[in-house]
């Protein structure tokens, strides 16, 4: 018998995609700082999403799915593709040029606060006691540890400020998606065809911006880009991204947005193992209070109504 009293968010057909995509994304920093080297960010952002959409795109025809879109299902999917495969990518990539990839994902745990208003704005969506307190602890780990990255970042502040404003342009730019996903409208097209035409759309968008930015197509064929290349593309983006956008169509995005709070911490545990990264008092009291509030958030019975 299914017991109704739990909440969506602590069911395993929540939960597990849920792990899948915060534990994958908790480890593309690293990977995305060893793709910005030799090969200029944009056509890395072109490369990614031209193979997660010829993956998608494939998945989508062995499921059958229908890519008859009419002028909305297309203008939709570009939309999408744009604010999510196009500026939040390329705007992340080039963070990563000014600030450590740590501090990167700190600042990008951010997305909690964008996907909770506009979820309230453009969906009604009004947050229950629960999820405030939640997230109220969850932001005050997040304050220790973005203190804490700060102070470590070797950059200096002028490049540390390019890099936050970069980074808060793409929080800004996936809570759009984000956001989108949730809509009635998202709901009238299939989604793996939808991810795909949006995939497809985001990567000749990046093209054409790399092209006209930085010349024509460059590409390293050393084993570890063309590694990266495949595990963003395939596991990053093929894989997470319809885990993500359905579990964000049944939690919500301000819930779903939980997935950047714990991001950070699975990037600097994985630092710890292949950079070795340090753990500062700061560093563990933040990394204590995300999950704290991760806990309180995702147990909350009415967090979005």
């Given at each position: 018998?299914?017991d109704?009293?739990?909440?969506?968010?602590?069911?395993?057909?929540?939960?597990?995609?849920?792990?899948i995509?915060?534990?994958?994304?908790g480890?593309?920093w690293?990977?995305?700082?060893d793709?910005?080297?030799?090969?200029?960010?944009?056509?890395?952002?072109?490369?990614?999403?031209?193979?997660?959409?010829?993956?998608?795109?494939?998945?989508?025809?062995?499921?059958?799915?229908?890519?008859?879109f009419?002028?909305?299902?297309?203008?939709f999917?570009?939309a999408?593709?744009?604010?999510?495969f196009?500026?939040?990518?390329?705007?992340?990539?080039?963070?990563e040029q000014?600030?450590?990839?740590?501090?990167?994902a700190?600042v990008?745990?951010?997305?909690?606060?964008?996907?909770?208003?506009f979820?309230?704005?453009f969906l009604?969506q009004k947050?229950?006691?629960?999820l405030?307190?939640?997230?109220?602890?969850?932001?005050?780990g997040?304050?220790?540890?973005?203190?804490?990255?700060?102070?470590s970042d070797?950059?200096?502040?002028?490049?540390?400020?390019?890099?936050?404003?970069?980074t808060?342009?793409?929080?800004l730019?996936?809570?759009?998606a984000?956001?989108?996903?949730a809509t009635?409208?998202?709901?009238?097209?299939?989604?793996?065809?939808?991810l795909?035409?949006?995939?497809?759309?985001?990567?000749?968008?990046?093209a054409?911006w790399?092209?006209?930015?930085?010349?024509?197509?460059?590409?390293?064929?050393?084993?570890?880009?063309v590694?990266?290349?495949?595990?963003?593309g395939?596991a990053?983006?093929?894989?997470?991204f319809?885990?993500y956008?359905?579990?964000?169509r049944?939690?919500?995005?301000?819930?779903a947005?939980?997935?950047?709070v714990i991001?950070?911490?699975?990037?600097?545990?994985?630092?710890?193992?292949?950079?070795?990264?340090?753990?500062?008092?700061?560093?563990?009291?933040?990394?204590?209070?995300?999950?704290?509030?991760?806990?309180?958030a995702?147990?909350a019975?009415?967090?979005?109504?």
């Open positions: 018998m299914i109704t009293t739990r909440p969506n968010s602590t069911r395993a057909a929540i939960l597990v995609p849920f792990a995509v915060t534990l994958n994304w480890s593309t690293l990977v995305i700082r793709q910005l080297s030799v090969v200029p960010a944009s056509w890395s952002v072109s490369y990614r999403f031209l193979t997660a959409g010829i993956a998608m795109l494939a998945w989508a025809l062995v499921r059958r799915e229908r890519f008859d009419d002028a909305r299902g297309w203008g999917a570009a999408l593709g744009a604010a999510q196009v500026f939040n990518f390329n705007f992340v990539y080039r963070a000014h600030i450590t990839s740590g501090l990167v700190v990008f745990a951010l997305l909690l606060v964008p996907n909770a208003l979820g309230r704005i009604g947050l229950g006691r629960q405030i307190a939640g997230s109220t602890v969850a932001m005050a997040v304050v220790l540890l973005f203190i804490n990255e700060a102070r070797p950059h200096g502040s002028a490049s540390a400020f390019i890099g936050i404003a970069l808060c342009c793409a929080i730019s996936a809570s759009s984000n956001v989108m996903q009635q409208m998202a709901r009238r097209y299939p989604m793996n065809a939808t795909a035409v949006a995939m497809l759309i985001g990567a000749t968008l990046d054409i790399a092209l006209s930015t930085t010349g024509p197509p460059v590409f390293e064929w050393r084993a570890g880009y590694a990266g290349i495949l595990y963003l395939l990053a983006s093929a894989l997470c319809p885990l956008f359905n579990v964000i049944v939690i919500g995005p301000a819930k947005a939980y997935s950047s991001v950070p911490v699975i990037a600097m545990f994985l630092s710890t193992l292949f950079e070795g990264y340090r753990w500062s008092p700061l560093a563990i009291g933040g990394a204590a209070l995300a999950g704290v509030g991760l806990v309180i995702l147990t019975r009415r967090p979005a109504r």
